[in-house]
């Protein structure tokens, strides 16, 4: 079965627009809250992935607790964390992120899949070299392969087919971009044209793995923050 899009929260942050949603001068406690609508089908994922100036706490959904899958970046509280749980319940409930810190902001977004591994959703993470403009990550084919980048500036597009599927300006107006292409083969190679990321190791790359049965993957939605 090969990994399919659902649904993409989608929301305007308070200063300037795109894909994800926002809140500034966050402190230790606060809460940054969202719907999310998941639909009917088989190997349901929701993924969620969040920024905050000085750490997350924690994620729910629907009051559920998620798993924290990975995070990302140069010190403690200036990173990127993707959150996960399998078989959400079918409906429109919210997402709720709690900050662990201070900081100048939170951001987040979610995305929900069929046709995910229940067990092991996300594999082979990778980070990008340095100012990179692509990497390459471990797949089969049915998988997606997919990403996250941060900054410096907002002249990025992709340049391997896939879709791209955030492109916003955060707190400090620094934008992030993600994208998902369908995996076909052993390694998926993601790339972008234009500026680099900024080398602050907030950047990288990993597999959303296909439930058993194999299938095509066909380009999706991946959201990050």
Request: with cysteine; hydrophobic share 40%.
């Amino acid at each position: 079965m090969a990994v399919t899009l659902d649904s993409v929260a989608t929301q305007t942050r308070d200063t300037g627009s795109g894909v994800g949603t926002y809140t500034a001068n966050v402190f230790a406690g606060a809460t940054l809250t969202f719907p999310h609508t998941v639909s009917a089908g088989s190997n349901r994922l929701l993924g969620v992935s969040c920024r905050a100036g000085d750490g997350v706490s924690g994620v729910t959904y629907g009051g559920v607790d998620l798993t924290k899958w990975t995070g990302k970046g140069r010190d403690g509280g200036n990173s990127i964390r993707i959150f996960y749980l399998v078989a959400p319940t079918v409906g429109t409930a919210n997402v709720v992120l709690t900050c662990g810190g201070s900081g100048n902001a939170a951001s987040a977004g979610s995305a929900s899949f069929f046709g995910v591994d229940q067990t092991t959703p996300f594999a082979n993470g990778v980070d990008y070299a340095a100012s990179g403009t692509g990497v390459t990550v471990t797949t089969v084919s049915g998988d997606m392969a997919s990403d996250c980048c941060y900054g410096p500036t907002t002249t990025r597009t992709v340049a391997d087919g896939g879709t791209l599927i955030a492109s916003w300006l955060i707190f400090d107006d620094a934008p992030v971009f993600a994208h998902c292409l369908a995996a076909t083969g052993t390694s998926t190679a993601l790339s972008w044209s234009g500026a680099a990321d900024d080398g602050n190791a907030l950047s990288f790359g990993f597999a959303i793995k296909q439930a058993a049965g194999g299938g095509t993957a066909t380009n999706g939605m991946w959201l990050f923050s």
